[in-house]
């Protein structure tokens, strides 16, 4: 079983970027590969999506802000935000499966007002 680990979270102003990196302790090479996140409150709720081909999609919350994307020789994979706002609070959780599973400690974002 591949081990996913991220990082890159923090506290950033609405508006700010944060890139959140998503490192396997395996191959991701013929893995389709998705971000997600859970909000103080509320559900975990699917984000971004990369394929092995690298074909994307998004979340309508976040479609034109975010990029997925993946670097397979580094067996890892990205989430560059942009325009963030205060509703992107969450922990944010890369995963192998869609819906998830076997979830890892995720990483913090913050965007304040």
């Known amino acids: 079983q591949v081990l996913l680990v991220e990082s890159g979270g923090g506290l950033v102003q609405a508006g700010g970027s944060l890139r959140l990196s998503c490192a396997a302790s395996g191959s991701i090479s013929y893995s389709a590969m998705y971000w997600y996140r859970q909000a103080p409150g509320k559900q975990r709720e699917w984000v971004a999506f990369v394929g092995r081909a690298g074909n994307t999609n998004y979340a309508d919350s976040v479609k034109g802000r975010f990029t997925i994307s993946r670097d397979n020789a580094k067996n890892t994979v990205y989430l560059q935000m942009n325009s963030l706002k205060p509703e992107d609070t969450a922990i944010y959780y890369c995963?192998?499966?869609?819906?998830?599973?076997?979830w890892g400690q995720g990483t913090q974002v913050t965007v304040s007002s």
């Open positions: 995963n192998q499966y869609y819906p998830g599973r076997d």
